[in-house]
């Protein structure tokens, strides 16, 4: 159900009645050569080129929409929606991408007996089908069945008022595929764009592997990735951070001045007579100043689906090494040091695609670089470590191998674990207007003052001033490290000034704080199994599992609250700016993302 904006007169409503039934096809062809060539006794080359061709998702009876976001529609203003097999449009939902060329090359050398350099680069492009399992997320805009409702009356009455009085309800019928058809107009828009050339991903990596003294194999690699034109699952580009910043500023100093905000003012409706009656959002003879400073004024909300604006950069130093014992103990670890910076992924149908934070709109339409920042899955340091120990007890192994029974009570048992030491994910903040609010110091608290809430006791902050925090909560960083921006501006037909929020302003937090992370993991798995033979043909096999042997916490990210909610305005409750919530900065210590210890006894028998 979308919603239209409930300041003002009326608030309005949109959502779908139908969705048609889609056939669609999508065809791809790969074409590649690949050549291995030992160029010298040392040296081996692997040379090899590919050719992808997806053709565009095509639907048997041409039921698929796009938008145009540079064009224009019946009213002059910016936003067209255009059909496949429609006015000279192929019946394509994208224009074709005849560029898809993926070039790889490697390189072998051995230095010398013990030691190997390898490299390689490469690219690939990725697979493009549409969007989760309902049409929609294949472009249907007119092709199913919107329906509206009003939901505040025309009148100027509040809905508490007259709840009821003067709804409206209409639409309910599919507009089919004209592009001109006016009924499209003040429509809330799932958008394709037809020029969406494919993603790719530019890979390489340089690897240096030694044998060392004592049979050790050792491995130290540099890996990289670039990804270039990635998918934006969903990007609403009608909302008010699609207005340019000129205007919202000359709003707030209007706003300062009188304590009106001009945006929200009704204005005589340029698109009135144009825009249907069936169609309330924007077609009455008034409208909200605001829906005509958007980008796209003669719709609703404009939701874009898999817009080519996403971003990616990975850098790693991985080092392995490996060692076996000649009583079958093997030890292996792995250490990776990395940066992962990303921009788009964080675009999803819920507010963030993780348990760490993100919004799920941008942060500025007109600037959206301003929303790189370390990835949501950016893990700067982790350790892996690998081993099988068995047990010296029993026959052909160090003790008790002249004692039969001792031998069978205690002998064969083998001993496996993996024990696993990460960095946590970094936080994202959300707050403010559009979506972050100001940093204004170190989010990061020292140890000494995480404390344990008793829902009585203050608890000091770095800036002297404190916080209860609440039971069963631990305050984990600086809530006062985050502020809100606010103005003091005159009260409206009344004398004298009064707080408010500031209505628009882009906060100085990143999306993802590289600094401020959530728990880390500490995690030991361990299993213990045996193989016992019953004759000939049948043999046991005994094996106890244990998940989180050690039976560690490890906190859930999710527990950490990291929205502010609203801002304090009120000076004699404190600092102003600063976050109301009770628990903004705290962690639930009851959320534990892998529970207590978990055992699994488990035979076999085979025959």
Same mark, same amino acid.
């Given at each position: 159900f979308l919603i239209g904006a409930l300041y003002g007169q009326r608030g309005n409503g949109q959502y779908t009645t139908g969705e048609p039934s889609l056939a669609m096809k999508w065809a791809y062809y790969g074409f590649y050569s690949q050549n291995d060539w030992r160029a010298t006794r040392k040296l081996t080359i692997n040379l090899g080129l590919r050719w992808d061709f997806q053709a565009p998702a095509t639907e048997r009876h041409n039921q698929l929409s796009q938008f145009d976001r540079y064009g224009t529609n019946l009213t002059g203003t910016p936003g067209a929606v255009l059909y496949s097999g429609v006015g000279g449009i192929g019946r394509g939902q994208t224009e074709r991408d005849l560029n898809d060329f993926g070039p790889r090359v490697g390189l072998a050398y051995r230095l010398n007996d013990k030691t190997v350099v390898r490299t390689a680069y490469g690219i690939t492009y990725d697979q493009i089908s549409g969007v989760g399992t309902g049409s929609d997320g294949f472009g249907m805009t007119g092709l199913n069945s919107p329906a509206y409702i009003r939901i505040r009356p025309e009148s100027g009455l509040q809905i508490l008022d007259r709840p009821f009085n003067e709804a409206f309800y209409g639409g309910g019928v599919a507009i089919g595929s004209n592009p001109s058809d006016p009924r499209l107009l003040g429509t809330s828009i799932i958008g394709i764009e037809r020029k969406s050339p494919t993603p790719y991903i530019q890979q390489w990596n340089f690897t240096i592997e030694r044998e060392l003294p004592g049979s050790v194999n050792m491995q130290i690699s540099y890996v990289g990735t670039k990804g270039t034109r990635?998918?934006? +699952?969903?990007?609403?580009?009608?909302?008010?951070?699609?207005?340019?910043?000129?205007?919202? +500023?000359?709003?707030?100093?209007v706003f300062i001045s009188t304590g009106i905000n001009p945006l929200n003012a009704l204005v005589p409706n340029p698109f009135y007579g144009i825009i249907p009656a069936t169609n309330p959002n924007v077609s009455g003879p008034t409208v909200v100043q605001s829906q005509l400073d958007l980008a796209y004024p003669a719709y609703g909300g404009i939701n874009m689906f898999n817009l080519r604006t996403g971003s990616s950069n990975y850098h790693a130093l991985q080092v392995s090494a490996r060692r076996r014992f000649k009583a079958g103990l093997e030890v292996s670890g792995n250490y990776v040091y990395s940066k992962n910076i990303d921009f788009g992924n964080h675009f999803t149908v819920l507010g963030g695609n993780t348990a760490n934070g993100g919004t799920s709109t941008s942060f500025s339409l007109t600037d959206m670089g301003l929303d790189r920042s370390v990835a949501n899955s950016d893990i700067p340091h982790r350790a892996v470590v690998n081993y099988v120990i068995p047990l010296p007890f029993g026959k052909g192994r160090r003790w008790a191998t002249n004692t039969p029974v001792l031998s069978q009570i205690v002998g064969g048992w083998n001993v496996a674990g993996i024990s696993t030491f990460s960095a946590g994910?970094?936080?994202?903040?959300?707050?403010?207007?559009?979506?972050?609010?100001?940093?204004?110091?170190?989010?990061?608290?020292?140890?000494?003052?995480?404390?344990?809430?008793?829902?009585?006791?203050?608890?000091?902050?770095?800036?002297?001033?404190?916080?209860?925090?609440?039971?069963?909560?631990?305050?984990?960083?600086?809530?006062?490290?985050?502020?809100?921006?606010?103005?003091?501006?005159?009260?409206?037909?009344?004398?004298?000034?009064?707080?408010?929020?500031?209505?628009?302003?882009?906060?100085?937090?990143?999306?993802?704080?590289?600094?401020?992370?959530?728990?880390?993991?500490?995690?030991?798995?361990?299993?213990?199994?045996?193989?016992?033979?019953?004759?000939?043909?049948?043999?046991?096999?005994?094996?106890?599992?244990?998940?989180?042997?050690?039976?560690?916490?490890?906190?859930?990210v999710g527990g950490i609250n990291r929205v502010p909610g609203s801002f304090n305005l009120e000076p004699t409750r404190g600092t102003l700016g600063v976050s109301t919530s009770s628990t903004f900065g705290t962690g639930d210590v009851t959320a534990d993302i892998r529970g207590p210890r978990y055992l699994q006894i488990s035979a076999r028998i085979s025959f």
């Open positions: 990635l998918t934006t +699952m969903q990007t609403q580009v009608n909302n008010p951070n699609s207005i340019p910043e000129s205007k919202l +500023m000359a709003a707030r100093d994910l970094p936080l994202g903040i959300v707050g403010g207007p559009f979506g972050r609010p100001d940093l204004v110091s170190d989010p990061v608290l020292p140890e000494k003052y995480r404390c344990f809430g008793d829902g009585v006791t203050p608890c000091p902050l770095p800036d002297g001033t404190s916080i209860v925090v609440p039971i069963r909560r631990i305050l984990y960083f600086n809530p006062n490290a985050y502020r809100g921006r606010y103005l003091e501006v005159p009260r409206a037909g009344a004398t004298g000034t009064i707080i408010r929020d500031d209505p628009y302003y882009w906060g100085t937090a990143p999306r993802f704080d590289s600094r401020l992370r959530g728990y880390g993991i500490l995690n030991t798995d361990i299993s213990i199994s045996r193989e016992f033979s019953l004759g000939e043909k049948r043999q046991l096999s005994f094996r106890v599992d244990a998940a989180n042997a050690f039976n560690r916490r490890n906190f859930h």
